[in-house]
């Protein structure tokens, strides 16, 4: 188990704003590269500032909206299941795919949910086979015992 972490109420809020920051930046650099280029030659800075103000709060509470969700649904699973491994993100990844998805009907959902749950999966999958060839390079092995030089297993003794 992660120590590291706050406790669960607020690894959600904390990962909202986490998710908000890294929508709005991406999005700023993003959408500030998309208005640059699209506007005329002699108004391509306002341009960029214009886009930058009206998508990247946008494309930053979209990424808020599908962080603090899974990273609730992950709480959720970790409080319910009373343990801590892939499982949980993968469903939480499911159900933020799906509550996400539902107001464009069930069969939405379910294949919103679908295609989170293998999203996370791949890279809960990805994240254990770093972590395994990480522990083997770290691995301890204890030191050889020194051989014998008559060769018979007995120490000489020299009186």
């Not at 699209?38 to 808020?64: D, M, Y």
């Not at 795919?97 to 996370?120: D, E, H, P, T, Y």
Request: aromatic share 8%; charged share 15%.
């Amino acid at each position: 188990m992660d120590h590291s972490r706050d406790p669960c109420p607020w690894v959600a809020l904390n990962d909202f704003g986490g998710a908000f920051c890294m929508g709005a930046i991406g999005g700023s650099i993003w959408h500030g590269v998309k208005g640059f280029r699209n506007s005329p030659h002699g108004e391509r800075g306002i341009g960029a500032i214009t886009a930058i103000k009206a998508r990247a709060p946008v494309l930053g509470g979209n990424f808020a909206a599908w962080g603090g969700l899974f990273s609730t649904f992950d709480c959720a699973m970790r409080g319910l299941r009373k343990k801590e491994d892939p499982y949980n993100s993968i469903t939480a990844g499911f159900l933020t795919g799906a509550a996400l998805a539902m107001r464009g009907g069930w069969k939405a959902s379910r294949n919103s949910g679908i295609g989170c749950a293998i999203f996370i999966g791949v890279i809960e999958g990805v994240s254990l086979v770093f972590q395994r060839a990480m522990a083997e390079n770290t691995k301890l092995e204890a030191p050889q015992p020194p051989s014998s030089a008559s060769g018979g297993g007995k120490p000489t003794v020299i009186a």
